[in-house]
C-alpha cells in the first residue's frame, strides 16, 4: 500500500517556555496535520480490510477480475490518493467551515475506497501501481462522452498521466495558499479532479467483471457527481472560475 501522502513536523517548544494561551493553541494547531495523518491511515486500513472481506465472495462464486477490473482499482486509488492530499490540505488550513466540511467528507470517503481497491488487488496478486502507465484497460470508449483520444474510439494505450490530476506545482501553491486563496484554489483543484476522474468511473460501473467493482464505481459516480454539483455553486458564489480541463 503506498504511504499516506499527507505530512508535516510538530512544533517543539522548549520546556522552560513559560506557558501561555498563545502557545498552547500553536501546539495544538500544530499537533492537528499529525492527527490527520493517523486518520488516514485509520481509514485506509479500515478500507484495506473491507477489500479483503469482500473479496472472499469474489472467491466464492467465482467472479474472475478481468483488465477493466485490476486497472480500474490501480489507477483510482492513485487518483484518490492525490485527492486525499489535497483534501489534508484543506482540512487543515480551509478559513471557510464549509469548504473543512466537504474535505473531510472527500478525505474520508476516498481514502476508504482506496483501501478496498488496494485489498482487491492483493487478493488478485496483482501490483499496487500498474507498470505501463495508466488507462490502458479503456479499450473501447465509444460509449464514454468527455474522452477524446484521436480519430477513433480506441485507447491508443496506456497514458503517462491521468485527465484532472494536479501538477507538482499547483500542489506546491494549494500548500502555501491561506485563508480565502486557500478555499478557492482547492474548490477547483477538487472539481477538475472529480471531472477528469469520472469517465474512467463511468467506465468501470459499465465494463468492470465483478460485481463489487461495478457496485463500487456506481457508487462513486453518485457521490462525486453531487461533490462536483457542490463545487462548482461554490465556486459560482465566490465568482471564482472552473480550471479547465488539463
Not at 472527500?106 to 488496494?118: D, H, P, S, V
Not at 484497460?137 to 484521436?150: E, K, N, V, Y
Not at 477538487?190 to 474512467?200: C, D, N, S, T
Amino acid at each position: 500500500m503506498p504511504p499516506p501522502l499527507l505530512s508535516d513536523e510538530a512544533k517543539d517548544f522548549s520546556d522552560d517556555t513559560e506557558p501561555t494561551a498563545e502557545p498552547v493553541q500553536l501546539t495544538r494547531r500544530s499537533q492537528r496535520p499529525a492527527l490527520l495523518v493517523l486518520g488516514v491511515i485509520s481509514v485506509l486500513l479500515l478500507g484495506f480490510a473491507a477489500g479483503i472481506l469482500v473479496g472472499n465472495p469474489l472467491r466464492q462464486t467465482q467472479e474472475t477480475p478481468g483488465t477493466v477490473d485490476v486497472g480500474f482499482s490501480q489507477d483510482m486509488s492513485v487518483h484518490h490518493a492525490q485527492a486525499v492530499q489535497m483534501s489534508g490540505i484543506a482540512l487543515a488550513g480551509a478559513s471557510d467551515t464549509e469548504v473543512r466540511r466537504l474535505a473531510y467528507d472527500i478525505l474520508t470517503t476516498q481514502a476508504n475506497q482506496a483501501g478496498r481497491m488496494q485489498g482487491w488487488l492483493q487478493l488478485w496478486g496483482k501490483p499496487f501501481v500498474g507498470p505501463d502507465g495508466y488507462m490502458g484497460w479503456m479499450s473501447d470508449m465509444s460509449d464514454m462522452p468527455g474522452m477524446h483520444h484521436g480519430p477513433t474510439t480506441q485507447n491508443s494505450g496506456p497514458a503517462q498521466t491521468m485527465p484532472g490530476m494536479a501538477t507538482e506545482q499547483e500542489l506546491s501553491t494549494l500548500r502555501t495558499a491561506t485563508g480565502p486563496a486557500l478555499d478557492t484554489l482547492f474548490l477547483q483543484l477538487m472539481l477538475r479532479h472529480h471531472q477528469g476522474g469520472m469517465p474512467m468511473i463511468q467506465y468501470a460501473a459499465q465494463h468492470a467483471d465483478t460485481d463489487a467493482v461495478r457496485s463500487l464505481a456506481d457508487s462513486m459516480v453518485k457521490t462525486q457527481t453531487s461533490e462536483a454539483q457542490l463545487m462548482a455553486q461554490m465556486l459560482k458564489d465566490r465568482g471564482a472560475a472552473q480550471l479547465p480541463m488539463n
